[in-house]
């Protein structure tokens, strides 16, 4: 409950009435370390799914019905436990005007839309994260090494993956490289950024420590750049289309991409190419199965 107080004090210190924190980091993924487990600092609820919503009087999580249980057993007494799809932020809001911040960096246009649209309220990006204002921890993590997959478990190369990217930017005007890491406990997706033209040139963005020269030489086209330059990368491209992951790109990033350039409304070819092969990999499997 002091963790709350505090929250709240910092939120009339910015003069809004409200704050959501959500259980995803950055990079939008299913597991998260937990130096970043925001959610579960302010909740104590360790699902895999959810999030906050702290106004000046009361406090509500959402989870999916998955969670509904374990949500009233590790937060019953400072929340009020709502389980969508049932039960909305939206519809908490709804006769309500008020000023409610985010940190733009951890949510998605999308994700906004769905759950907080048709409301009075006025939703604010903050520049800082204010749950970071009151968790004092430790944010040094172990730099675990990315590693490549060996070619025999793969169902195909980098190589062929870019010209295939390459080739859908290219008719559009406007999983890929192979690469694991060990960002989290329980998925091998390393925590990282691509940006990536029609020309298969490839900026691959990550915390360089977590990569050695031997790991670079590996790949052609590729530029490793530091994780923290995204912003300034992306602030020089001017004038071009580009195609985002609307599912994973931020409203940080989205809204940086827009200073300069125009974002097609166009599916992000990554995931039409990943069904296609996770498809004929499940026909494989049925075939050798026989």
Known sequence: MEKIKKLKEILRKNYIEGYIIPKNDEFFGEYISSNKDRLKYISNFSGSYGFALILNNKNFLFVDGRYTLQANKQSPNSFKIKTIPGELPRDILKNKIYKIGYDPKLFTKKTLKIFFEKTKCKYIPLSNNLIDEIWKRKKNELKRKFYILPENSVGENYKSKINKISSAIKKNNAWLLNIRGKDSLYSPVPN????????????????????????KKKF?????????????????????????????????????????NKIINKQDSIYFLFIVFTYLILCQNIKFSF
């Open 220 to 260: 052609n086209r590729v530029k490793f750049i530091d994780i923290n330059n995204v912003e300034e990368i992306l602030l020089k491209i001017k004038k071009k289309k580009f195609i985002i992951d609307h599912n994973t790109c931020s409203i940080y990033f989205e809204n940086i991409i827009l200073k300069n």
């Open 192 to 215: 990282s950024y691509i940006l990536i033209d029609q020309n298969k040139n490839v900026n691959f963005f990550c915390d360089l420590k977590k990569i050695t020269s031997s790991f």
